[in-house]
């Protein structure tokens, strides 16, 4: 286009130099099927007058207004004589009108929410203009939507002529649990909505983190990390966790041998009473009491939360020869033993 209406220009310029005070006489369009040429010079603001002398750099400026308005292929210019004056001629080659419009891998928005705002809609013709307001559009629905990473890759023109747009929105491929010594992974992933195969939303992994969160068996829970996965259009989301430190060995029979969690109350044996009578174990809940419990007598209740292993676990009410009772208040004078307070 440059080449073209470089040569046109110099055309014009041999065609002033014959013509030194010639003015434009006449103002036409050619090309234009659309449009009328009045419509035309009125959306673009032709600034090139009839009766005016012709000023080759507006004639430029016009020309990129033409092209600005979105509804041509290509647009250039035609100096000739006209009646001792001039004659200024705008080619223009005009988009086809659209049949067919395709979306292509939207498998979190329906076609009928997206043509709720597209514009180039069959019937009508294709302009460029409005061609990237409507991707822009759709690409911010789908930041809102939470879809951050989902988007218009591709938009053509195919025989029909088809409007075709392809669109990515990225596949979870994995999910990888890291950080968790006694929590089982499946108990992680029953807390989130994503899942591998869906689409990857950063506002649900957002929801999804919270929800992990709020078990109450982790200290914190990091920002997930996503990465691309080795399959492209797909994606892999890192989630480390890191468990409360109140994990401990259960040293009793080996049928409850494991990983046991305390909400509340800890196990804790003393070298003294071990070296006396290795079954007794003091059990400290943050109250004070002298008794020590048996561990023939003891009595486990499983947690109804979380069991790890064969283990079982003592919950937030104090066990006392067998049976659950509401904790007592500290007393600080029994010198950290179990004291039991009326």
């Known amino acids: 286009m440059r080449k073209l209406l470089f040569l046109i220009l110099l055309g014009g ?16 369009v050619s090309g234009n099927r659309v449009y009328s040429a009045e419509d035309i010079f009125e959306r673009a603001g032709v600034r090139t007058r009839r009766g005016a002398l012709l000023d080759y750099p507006v004639l430029q400026e016009d020309l990129t207004r033409l092209m600005a308005l979105g509804g041509f292929r290509s647009v250039d210019a035609e100096i000739a004589s006209f009646n001792r004056g001039l004659q200024v001629t705008f080619l223009v080659e005009e988009n086809p009108i ?23 809609r069959p019937g009508e013709q294709l302009n460029y203009l409005t061609l990237g307001q409507d991707i822009e559009s759709l690409n911010r629905l789908y930041r809102q939507e939470g879809y951050e990473l989902s988007s218009v890759q591709k938009v053509e023109l195919t025989a029909g002529p088809t409007l075709r747009a392809e669109i990515s929105e990225p596949i979870i491929n994995e ?89 509340a109350a800890e196990l804790r044996q003393s070298s003294r009473q071990r070296r006396a009578n290795p079954n007794q174990y003091p059990v400290r809940t943050g109250v004070s009491d002298s008794r020590r419990l048996a561990q023939s007598q003891l009595q486990l ?14 919950g937030r009410e104090q066990i006392l020869d067998g049976t659950l009772r509401t904790p007592a208040r500290h007393d600080p004078r029994d010198g950290g033993h179990l004291a039991d307070t009326p």
């Open 13 to 28: 310029l041999l065609l002033a130099a014959e013509l030194p005070n010639a003015p434009i006489l006449r103002l036409a």
């Open 175 to 263: 999910i990888i649990i890291s950080g968790n010594a006694y929590v089982k992974d499946a108990l992680i992933l029953r807390e989130l909505s994503l899942y591998p195969g869906s689409v990857y939303n950063a506002r649900e992994l957002a929801a999804d983190r919270v929800r992990v969160f709020r078990l109450g068996y982790f200290s914190s829970v990091s920002l997930p990390k996503v990465t691309p996965a080795e399959d492209p259009g797909q994606v892999d989301i890192y989630l480390t966790v890191q468990e409360r430190k109140k994990y401990f060995k259960c040293r009793t029979r080996p049928y409850l041998a494991g990983a046991v969690y305390f909400h």
């Open 301 to 314: 209740t499983p947690l109804l939360s979380v069991v790890f292993g064969a283990g079982y676990g003592l």
């Open 98 to 120: 659209i049949k067919h419009v395709e979306f292509i891998g939207n498998r979190s928005l329906r076609t009928e929410r997206i043509f709720n705002f597209w514009q180039n």
